[in-house]
């Protein structure tokens, strides 16, 4: 038999054995797969956060020349807060969203964070983690200038965690009747060799005499 027949004897032989077999062998080589892959899927899902906006508050008003005004908002419970220009800004003003140590650092010294950290005319979006004490308003110009901001305090949850700990479990019983069947076999393929290999063992030579 050439290898292309050798090739379509296996296949056929593949064939025979797929088909033979029980609704018990299907079973115990599927249901773990779909355990363990159930259970990662819920386990995705339940990490999937919700995200949605707890309160919001809008500052509008006007800060004159050389002058820094605030607004003491202290709001807290929610996960950060996003500030933002709800008209395009004069690029000299300057706002800042302190939380509640930074806000006493104002009020101790009057200093203020990093430029960096303000909203301008080149950055009019801001996130900001924390609770939200005190919203300042800066402007170093020789012009009255008017603002108009607003921020969103949002709250990220994950109403959906407590099925993390079935996912897990779920997955977990998946995983170890994959490895207990995966053991099973690479036993029971070891045994079945040792046997094939005592059973077709040739007989010793035995040497002639004379």
Same mark, same amino acid.
């Given at each position: 038999m050439d290898g292309l027949g050798r090739l379509r004897h296996a296949? $056929?032989? $593949?064939r025979v054995a797929w088909s033979q077999r029980s609704a018990r062998e299907w079973s115990e080589a599927i249901v773990p797969w779909i355990l363990a892959v159930a259970g990662v899927g819920l386990i995705l899902w339940a990490a999937l956060p919700e995200v949605g906006i707890a309160d919001t508050f809008r500052l509008t008003g006007e800060v004159g020349p050389g002058l820094t005004l605030w607004t003491d908002v202290n709001r807290s419970g929610f996960s950060y807060s996003e500030a933002r220009f709800e008209t395009p800004p004069s690029c000299d003003l300057r706002v800042y969203v302190l939380d509640p140590e930074q806000s006493v650092r104002f009020d101790e010294s009057g200093a203020l964070p990093d430029f960096s950290e303000a909203l301008t005319c080149?950055?009019?979006?801001g996130a900001?983690?924390?609770a939200v004490a005190r919203v300042v308003f800066h402007n170093p110009s020789n012009l009255a200038i008017p603002y108009d901001v607003r921020v969103d305090l949002v709250q990220v949850?994950?109403?959906l965690g407590v099925l993390a700990l079935p996912g897990f479990a779920i997955f977990i019983s998946g995983a170890v009747f994959l490895i207990a069947r995966m053991?099973?076999?690479g036993l029971t393929r070891m045994v079945d060799e040792f046997a094939e290999r005592d059973e077709f063992q040739p007989p010793p030579k035995q040497e002639g005499k004379g």
């Open positions: 296949l $056929a032989s $593949a080149e950055r009019r979006t900001f983690g924390g949850s994950q109403p053991i099973v076999r």
